[in-house]
């Protein structure tokens, strides 16, 4: 009796072992997997995607596909295969470069944006991108103003903000757009009188650190809280708030994924402001003739079903002008395209507010190689930039920062002055 008892205990501890083993061995195999998916096909899908998340097109690269969500089989495996790359490399980044600034006060290794942050400093891919982009100038930038002024102080930077950047929006006394077709389209009040003098006022990156941050409540305690492109509320409202007063588009989303903007009931909230990136310096003339997307027709059809909602469409002046600011403050060539939807949400802002809050423009501790807070993708460039100027643009709001570091590092928030309450 006694021996068929242990006979059957040690049969049940190789059952186990041999279970072990199997599942052990089934891990391994998937491991195989995604490493032999990642060299075979990643690099090209990667680039295509970035330039998608950077939201612009190049050249034969051009994206069309303006859904945020991997639908197939093959792109949810390519993303877990991207995270994987990305995880391994999420570690040896900050030790390689020195983007940010030890905080000495906080115990360490806390660590905030570093405002002379160079290109140097990117990864190697981030630089040859930089490099690509500067050599093909395709909005024909001809800068040859002062570079390298980041001796200005803050509050001389927020003076050439005041006094170069025209915010007004189209209106029906511009140029092509003085028809009476357009005078029926375009919002018959300007956005000053629109908004009314705003006092707090919040913008809301869409950065992959706002998640898990509890910041809802916080945003939405400002007066008027500016969102960008697609990023929602719903389901994500303890961090990023629910509040929603303008939200800026770029040309791009409302062109491309038409469909989705005319009936996607998230956009019909606040006041809508799209813009679509022009050549250099270009009249309003020249750009209304060559857009870089044609979202005339999306306009129109969305303005017939919202006649309510006020929706404007951004002066193609304003975007050439803050870039050569940035440049005026770089070091170095930034990247000859238009500054990002972020920073032209900054300005905008900047011109309406009292003082305004931007909250993961500047990474806190909850940086993360995620794109956004509502998607599964992974790439260092939404952070550190590859189409847009980025990387100077942040150098910028750390310069012009009034609130602390650990601010930034707890809250990822910074926090600007409105232009009108700037002393010049
Ligand atoms: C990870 O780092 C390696 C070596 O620095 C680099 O070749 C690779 O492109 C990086 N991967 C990502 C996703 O940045
Ligand atoms: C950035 O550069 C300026 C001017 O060279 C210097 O005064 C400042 O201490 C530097 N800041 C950091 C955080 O390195
Ligand atoms: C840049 O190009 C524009 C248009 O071609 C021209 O009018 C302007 O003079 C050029 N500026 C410089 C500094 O070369
Ligand atoms: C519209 O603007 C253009 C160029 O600025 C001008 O030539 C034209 O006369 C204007 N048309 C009307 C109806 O005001
Ligand atoms: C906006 O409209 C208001 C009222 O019509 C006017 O007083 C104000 O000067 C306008 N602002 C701009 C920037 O055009
Ligand atoms: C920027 O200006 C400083 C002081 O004027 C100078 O020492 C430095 O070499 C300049 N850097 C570049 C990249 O031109």
Not at 24 to 37: D, I, N
Not at 80 to 93: E, G, M
Not at 165 to 182: C, V, Y
Not at 391 to 405: A, I, P, Q, Y
């Amino acid at each position: 009796m006694v021996h068929v008892n242990l006979l059957k205990k040690v049969m049940y501890i190789l059952l186990a072992l041999l279970l072990f083993l199997t599942i052990c061995l089934w891990k391994e195999t998937r491991k195989g997997y995604y490493v032999s998916l990642k060299t075979n096909s990643q690099t090209d899908q990667i680039k295509v995607k970035i330039w998608k998340w950077d939201t612009l097109k190049l050249g034969t690269l051009q994206d069309t596909n303006m859904d945020p969500l991997p639908t197939t089989n093959a792109a949810l495996l390519l993303t877990k295969a991207s995270q994987v790359k990305a995880k391994q490399n999420i570690s040896t980044i900050p030790a390689e470069n020195n983007l940010m600034t030890t905080l000495k006060k906080l115990p360490s290794p806390l660590k905030v944006w570093n405002r002379n942050s160079s290109s140097k400093n990117l990864p190697p891919r981030l630089q040859k991108v930089r490099k690509t982009y500067l050599s093909m100038n395709k909005y024909h930038v001809n800068y040859s103003g002062p570079k390298n002024a980041s001796q200005l102080l803050p509050e001389e930077v927020m003076c050439q903000l005041q006094k170069r950047l025209d915010f007004r929006m189209i209106s029906a006394s511009d140029g092509p757009f003085n028809t009476s077709e357009w005078e029926a389209y375009l919002p018959r009040r300007n956005i000053s009188a629109e908004m009314g003098q705003l006092s707090r006022c919040a913008v809301v990156s869409s950065a992959g650190s706002l998640k898990s941050s509890h910041l809802g409540p916080e945003i939405d305690s400002h007066d008027a809280v500016l969102r960008f492109n697609g990023a929602p509320t719903r389901g994500f409202q303890s961090d990023v708030g629910e509040k929603t007063t303008i939200r800026l588009m770029n040309s791009q989303l409302i062109t491309v994924d038409e469909e989705r903007f005319v009936s996607d009931p998230q956009f019909n909230l606040g006041t809508l402001i799209v813009w679509d990136p022009a050549p250099y310096h270009a009249s309003i003339d020249e750009w209304y003739r060559k857009p870089d997307y044609n979202f005339f027709r999306s306009y129109k059809r969305y303005r017939n079903m919202h006649h309510e909602q006020p929706f404007y469409i951004m002066n193609p002046h304003l975007q050439w002008q803050l870039w050569d600011i940035l440049q005026e403050n770089a070091a170095e060539d930034i990247q000859p395209n238009p500054p990002s939807s972020g920073m032209l949400g900054i300005v905008i802002m900047l011109n309406l507010c009292d003082e305004v809050d931007v909250y993961e423009f500047l990474p806190s501790k909850r940086q993360t190689d995620v794109c956004h807070y509502y998607q599964k993708f992974f790439d260092q460039a939404c952070t550190m930039g590859a189409y847009h100027p980025l990387l100077f643009e942040k150098n910028m709001v750390k310069h012009l920062n009034r609130g602390s570091d650990e601010a930034i590092y707890t809250h990822g928030k910074v926090t600007l002055t409105g232009l009108r309450n700037v002393q010049c």
